[in-house]
């Protein structure tokens, strides 16, 4: 495979691995497959190096491409820091293993466990959606398992989408990119401002002074699901909270799949945070539902008026 815009070439050594190839360029980072210097053993190396305010010396070193770019490229290497110690910390099958990280080249890297597959985005688009239910059970349920344990630590996402899921043998799914991952909040004053994938990010994202939480990474995890039945991107909730023009799942896909399902994605798709589910096991325990067990759960506000009048206070 051929290097990528300003990829690292083949046999360049960093710390104790050497790079074969580059495996994908990012808008801020460039990931490679490496293999453990005197060892037969395959690596993902993730590059930190934002291809708008960065460049890289013909020694190697990446650096600010400009004096006015110093701060921007300085306080994303430390998010970048900020990812890897987060995953280190996080052990589930469902969240890449990071073995390692270090700085080198005036940058940081990311060791993290290979295993070849290919990527939802990818997927979704080779099939133009329409993907089955089998495939949706199999992917997702894990997926919010592991999105259960990343709240349960205290953490959101806050950047889930296709293009951040990787598939590998047998439709394990695995989540990647924990760079917009912070500890949750129960004021509005440290409330840090949010990474916008439109489509895929909640309204309250949209928001400096949005309320954000395991509601949020529900809505983009059920804006992903119903990408993987649609071939693309639902309509940006900034659009659908000014006017909703788009069809419930219930509604559109009802022929090819189970009501229980769709009115899940429905219900975690909600505009307003107050009517989706709060946590992953509402979202859970509704698609172990069986068709007509109960009615469908939009509009349901359960306990979070109290929640949010909380907040607010």
């Known amino acids: 495979m051929r290097n990528i815009d300003d990829s690292l070439p083949p046999g360049t050594r960093i710390d104790h691995y050497v790079i074969e190839y580059t495996l994908s360029r990012g808008g801020f980072s460039i990931v490679y497959l490496a293999n453990v210097s005197g060892l037969d053993k395959h690596v993902a190396i993730k590059e930190y190096i934002p291809r708008k305010f960065a460049r890289r010396d013909e020694d190697m070193r990446v650096a600010p491409a400009t004096e006015d770019d110093v701060d921007r490229f300085n306080h994303g290497r430390k998010l970048f820091f900020k990812e890897a110690s987060t995953l280190a910390t996080l052990k589930h099958d469902t969240i890449v293993n990071v073995f390692n990280f270090f700085s080198a080249n005036g940058t940081a890297y990311m060791v993290m466990e290979y295993q070849p597959g290919e990527n939802l985005e990818a997927y979704i688009k080779k099939y133009q959606g329409n993907l089955s239910e089998t495939f949706m059970r199999t992917v997702f349920p894990p997926l919010l398992e592991g999105l259960k344990m990343l709240h349960d630590a205290g953490l959101t996402h806050l950047d889930i989408k296709p293009a951040n899921v990787h598939l590998i043998h047998g439709g394990k799914p695995l989540l990647l990119d924990f760079g917009a991952v912070h500890q949750m909040m129960s004021t509005r004053q440290y409330q840090p401002s949010q990474v916008i994938t439109p489509g895929y990010s909640p309204i309250e994202q949209y928001k400096s002074k949005g309320y954000v939480g395991p509601w949020s990474d529900i809505y983009a995890l059920g804006a992903t699901m119903r990408s993987c039945l649609e071939g693309c991107p639902p309509p940006p909730a900034k659009e659908r909270a000014e006017n909703d023009e788009m069809r419930p799942a219930t509604e559109l896909f009802k022929k090819h799949y189970s ?19 709060q946590n992953i096991n509402e979202l859970l325990e509704y698609i172990d539902k069986e068709d007509g067990e109960e009615p469908s759960p939009s509009g349901i506000k359960k306990f979070t008026n109290s929640l949010f009048n909380r907040l607010e206070d």
Not at 259 to 277: H, Y
């Open 259 to 277: 009501e229980t399902l769709l009115s899940a994605i429905d219900w975690a798709m909600e505009v307003d945070p107050l009517n989706r589910p």
